[in-house]
């Protein structure tokens, strides 16, 4: 289908988070990755610290020059790999966690692109959709986990090509995962998401790239759970939704 790419969808996301009326719906979402992240990242910095000082203990003091050197270079690769292997499995517990606030999110977004309510406005109503919403974020976490696995195990064995698949994988789950709200708002199941997505993989591979990368910038990663949210709720808004509905 032609159109704006998911990286631009993505983009726009930034835009809504700032609308009137939708604020207060990012609040939870953005806390609940804040605070996830800023934990996560704390204690792996510390265990990147340790690692670093096990490593540049083990040269002899003949080659003391060589500390330092290594020690450059080693930082930024280590907080490299830690962000691409870990943002990815801390983003899925920040989804977890946030997953009932995360629908009414995507809905909130898809009725200020409409102007036409979804349903579910009471909130008894949204109460009741919360073990449904959990029960889907396990289904995409019991999609994910042998695969991410798999993966995984390709990153750490296979130098520069394993990294790059795992990147590629990162950016089909966050795909997965992102655009699966409106999806779910609507109750189309999660196979038939999936499939849906795979026909348009490259407007979904690239909605994905743009998450995976914003989610490597620090600071900036903290804002991108609502920021994709808000951009894969336009991109089925404008390009999904209708082509759904021609099937």
Aim: glycine share 8%; aromatic share 16%; net charge positive.
């Amino acid at each position: 289908m032609a159109g704006k790419s998911g990286f631009s969808y993505f983009l726009a996301g930034f835009q809504l988070i700032t609308t009137k009326g939708l604020k207060r719906f990012v609040f939870i979402p953005l806390l609940v990755n804040l605070l996830l992240f800023s934990v996560a990242f704390y204690f792996l910095y510390g265990e990147i610290a340790v690692g670093i000082t096990w490593i540049i203990e083990l040269i002899p003091d003949w080659l003391d020059w060589l500390r330092g050197v290594i020690s450059f270079f080693l930082w930024p690769l280590a907080v490299i790999s830690v962000l691409l292997v870990f943002a990815l499995i801390f983003g899925t517990l920040a989804n977890w966690i946030a997953a009932p606030f995360n629908g009414i999110l995507a809905e909130k977004v898809e009725r200020h692109l409409t102007g036409q309510a979804l349903g579910d406005d009471g909130l008894m109503d949204q109460v009741k959709d919360v073990p449904r919403m959990l029960g889907r974020e396990l289904a995409k976490l019991t999609w994910y986990l042998p695969r991410a696995l798999l993966f995984l195990i390709l990153f750490f064995l296979i130098p520069v090509f394993g990294q790059v698949l795992w990147f590629l994988f990162n950016a089909w789950m966050m795909a997965i995962q992102y655009c699966d709200y409106p999806y779910d708002n609507h109750k189309v199941p999660f196979k038939t998401m999936r499939e849906h997505l795979r026909a348009h993989k490259g407007k979904s591979l690239s909605f994905g790239i743009g998450v995976s990368l914003f989610s490597l910038i620090p600071l900036v990663n903290f804002i991108v759970m609502p920021v994709a949210i808000c951009g894969a709720t336009a991109m089925w808004v404008e390009q999904l939704k209708p082509d759904l509905r021609k099937q």
